[in-house]
Each structure stands twice: as C-alpha cells, then as structure tokens.
C-alpha cells in the first residue's frame, strides 16, 4: 500500500483545531474551526473520494479517539466518507489502547516501523493517515510517507500545533497535482525527494 497523507492546514501551517473541538477548548486554544466554512462541494468531493481509495485507515491514538466517536457512530448510507472509514480496516499506532472500540480496528505497538513496513507490502491501494500530526511527524523522520496530500485553507490561524515543527528535518518536496476550489482551499499533493539543494549567494563581479 502507498502511504499517504491527508492533512487540512492553514496558510501558516497550523493544523490543530480545524473543526470545532471541546478538547482544544478546555486545553486553552479557542481559535478552533478554522477550516469547515472554507469546504465548498468541490473539495468536500475530493476528501469523499480520496478515502473510497484507500484500502485502510492508520491513525494515532488522538485522531483515532476523535474519529470513531464521530464518524463510527454512523450508521451505513451516513455517506462517502462514513461508510468508508466504517467498512475498511484501521490501525491505530498506540501503546495504550487494549480495547479499541471501533470495529475492525487493529492496536499497532511496539515495533512500529516494522509493523507499517509489513502494511505498505500489501497490494490494497493507500493506506491514508487523516489528521494524525504527531505520527505525520514520525512517518516522515523515519522515511515512511510515499504521498503528502496539503488541502491548505485560506487562514492565518497565528497559534497553534503545526504540522512541521519549527526545528524539523529538512526535506525536498516534488510536486505531482495543485488545484484551487471555489471557496479558496487549494491542495497541493507531494513526494518526498530526498533532502533539498541549497545554493549559496555567488559573489557579485567587482565586489
């Protein structure tokens, strides 16, 4: 499977709290719901049918918790987005949780390289990683992510978690699809490429 990720950002990079949440709330972070009045059907039809592609779902345990009170709550017919993530296999990177709650959903601890690795062997189109930001994190330090999908949403949040840390490695991207949507959302979809070129200023003639 080709592991990508699907993430909504702002312009500045901030990804926490793009949908109205009570855990950012009471944690002090009131700029939440940032991105939900910026999808139009246009960009609301791309996230439909970029989850029927995946062949399985891979969060962290904060995402995870998050998705399966709302999505896997669902009933089937709910639409596109709920009947897949209802009707395909989950992994859940987490050293904690012993009893998911959401059906066919499967603990991955320990070795977690190792057990992605195994996953990413199996022909069963994209393993996609919604939201997720500290995993994202991890997947890209340890050279794990094959597609970076950004749907960047037209907003200077100005605080907040960002999905690439201030201090991070460094890493050459290769552009493979841009778009724009009515209500200002583009996306942008990427491939690592190694680590980027850096060009030094050539001095100026006669200086």
Request: aromatic share 8%; net charge negative.
């Amino acid at each position: 499977m080709k592991l990508t990720t699907i993430t909504q950002v702002s312009v500045d990079g901030v990804m926490q709290g793009n949908g109205p949440s009570e855990m950012d709330r009471r944690a002090g972070f009131e700029r939440d719901g940032w991105a939900m009045r910026h999808f139009d059907s246009e960009a609301t039809t791309w996230v439909e049918q970029a989850c029927q592609q995946a062949g399985a779902f891979l969060f962290g345990r904060r995402t995870y918790d998050v998705f399966a009170l709302y999505w896997g709550a669902m009933a089937p017919g709910s639409g596109p987005i709920a009947d897949a993530l209802n009707t395909k296999p989950k992994y859940v990177a987490s050293n904690t949780i012993t009893a998911p709650r959401w059906a066919d959903t499967t603990v991955l601890s320990g070795d977690l390289a190792a057990a992605i690795g195994k996953l990413k062997a199996e022909p069963r189109g994209e393993l996609q990683v919604h939201g997720s930001g500290a995993l994202v994190r991890w997947l890209l330090d340890n050279d794990l992510v094959d597609e970076i999908s950004l749907l960047i949403v037209p907003v200077v949040v100005g605080q907040g978690t960002r999905l690439f840390p201030h201090d991070g490695p460094d890493m050459a991207l290769h552009l493979i699809e841009s778009r724009a949507f009515p209500q200002g959302i583009t996306l942008q979809v990427y491939r690592p490429a190694g680590r980027p070129q850096y060009v030094s200023a050539a001095p100026t003639p006669g200086t």
